[in-house]
C-alpha cells in the first residue's frame, strides 16, 4: 500500500496533507482590488479509494492576503502511511495581483520537515528545509537564476483573471508559471479545456473553468526519477477552477492526476465563499 503513496509527486502528497500544489496561473496586471473569503474542505481519493482529507482558508483583503491549510492521509492509507501537513503563504495585494512574501509547508510522518521560504518582488530571498536534506550528486541543481521569477506553490495555486469580464472563461487558462517549492523548480502551462458546472455537498454550486495543466521540471530533481518522467509526459492533468466572491481570483475547486493505480482526486466537499465590504480609511 506505500507504492500508490510514494508514487505521487511531492507536490500532490502536500496537497493529501495541506492542499498546497497543483497548480495553476497568476497574472497580474489591472487595478481592480477586492476582498473576499474562502473557507473550504477537501476530499482526496486514488482510484476512487478516499486516502486523505484537508481544510483551506483563504483571505483577500485590499492591501495583504493570507492562506492557510491542513490535512491527513485518511482510510486505509492512513494505517499505512499516517500523515498530516500544514501549509500557509501570506503576501500583499498590488493592483489586485497577489505578491507573496513568504511561504511555509510542514509535512508530518515518520519523519517530519519544515520548509520556509521568504520571497521579494517575485524572487527567493531566503530558502530553509528542516533538517536539511543530504546532498543527492544525481539531482539537477537550483541556481540563483531558478530562485528568481516565482510563485511558491500555494501563491501559484491561486488564479487571478484581469479586466472587467466575467473571469469564469477561457481566457483563465492562458500561459505559464514558475514555481519554486523549496526544494523543485517546475513550469506549469494551462490551456483550456472545457466549462462545467460543479456542486460541493455545502456551499457552492455553479459553473467552473477546467484548465489542462502541463508539468516541466526545471531543477531540483533527479532525472531519473519515475514519478518525475510520468508526470513531464502527462497530457490528462485538470483542475476545474472556480471564484472566490467579492474577487477576480480563481482557486481549484476539484485537481485530477492520472496515476498508474487510477486517478488521484482532490474535490472540495465544502466550498464557502463570502465578499467582504473594502475597507474603509479612518478620518480624523
Not at 10 to 26: D, E, K, P, W, Y
Not at 130 to 157: C, F, Q, W, Y
Not at 161 to 187: H, K, Q, T, W
Request: glycine share 10%; proline share 7%.
Amino acid at each position: 500500500m506505500k507504492t500508490p503513496r510514494a508514487f505521487l509527486p511531492r507536490q500532490a502528497a502536500i496537497l493529501l496533507a495541506g492542499f498546497c500544489a497543483a497548480a495553476a496561473f497568476l497574472l497580474a496586471s489591472q487595478a481592480a482590488v477586492a476582498q473576499g473569503r474562502l473557507d473550504a474542505r477537501y476530499e482526496a481519493s486514488l482510484a476512487g479509494i478516499a486516502v486523505g482529507n484537508g481544510t483551506w482558508a483563504i483571505e483577500i483583503g485590499d492591501d495583504q492576503y493570507s492562506a492557510a491549510a491542513r490535512g491527513a492521509t485518511a482510510g486505509l492509507l492512513k494505517a499505512f502511511a499516517g500523515g498530516t501537513g500544514t501549509g500557509a503563504s501570506q503576501g500583499r495585494v498590488v493592483n489586485g495581483a497577489l505578491i507573496a512574501t513568504g511561504y511555509q509547508a510542514t509535512l508530518f510522518s515518520k519523519k517530519s520537515e519544515t520548509i520556509r521560504m521568504v520571497l521579494m518582488g517575485g524572487n527567493i530571498r531566503e530558502s530553509v528545509i528542516e533538517p536539511e536534506p543530504p546532498v543527492d550528486a544525481d539531482r539537477i541543481p537550483v541556481t540563483e537564476a531558478h530562485r528568481k521569477g516565482v510563485l511558491d506553490p500555494m501563491t501559484g495555486s491561486m488564479l487571478r483573471v484581469p479586466g472587467n469580464g466575467d473571469p469564469l472563461s477561457p481566457e483563465a487558462c492562458r500561459g505559464n508559471i514558475s514555481i519554486f517549492d523549496g526544494r523543485l523548480r517546475y513550469e506549469l502551462t494551462l490551456d483550456f479545456k472545457r466549462m462545467e458546472t460543479v456542486k460541493a455537498e455545502k456551499g457552492y454550486h455553479g459553473p467552473a473553468v477546467v484548465c489542462a495543466v502541463f508539468f516541466t521540471p526545471v531543477a531540483g530533481y533527479i532525472p531519473d526519477r519515475p514519478v518525475i518522467k510520468y508526470l513531464a509526459q502527462a497530457r490528462n492533468i485538470e483542475i476545474a477552477f472556480v471564484p472566490i466572491a467579492g474577487t477576480r481570483i480563481l482557486v481549484p475547486f476539484r485537481t485530477v492526476i492520472p496515476t498508474p493505480f487510477g486517478p488521484a482526486v482532490l474535490e472540495a466537499t465544502q466550498f464557502t465563499t463570502t465578499a467582504m465590504p473594502p475597507r474603509v480609511a479612518k478620518t480624523q
